[in-house]
């Protein structure tokens, strides 16, 4: 899930992808995802964004 070992956010992703009605999204990047991903933020909000309307 990061490569942050240690990360606080580990428990929050283990147990939200367990649950049905969640979608989970993992990145391979750091902490500023923004900064680091822009293409992929931006299509991953496009998706989330065309599925809550279509």
Not at 16 to 25: D, F, G, I, K, Y
Request: glycine share 6%; hydrophobic share 40%; proline share 7%.
């Amino acid at each position: 899930m990061s490569a942050y070992e240690g990360s606080p956010f580990t428990r929050f992703h283990d147990r939200l992808s367990a649950e049905p009605s969640w979608t989970v999204h993992s990145l391979p990047f750091g902490h500023n995802v923004m900064s680091e991903c822009p293409d992929e933020i931006h299509a991953l909000l496009i998706d989330v964004a065309a599925r809550a309307t279509g």
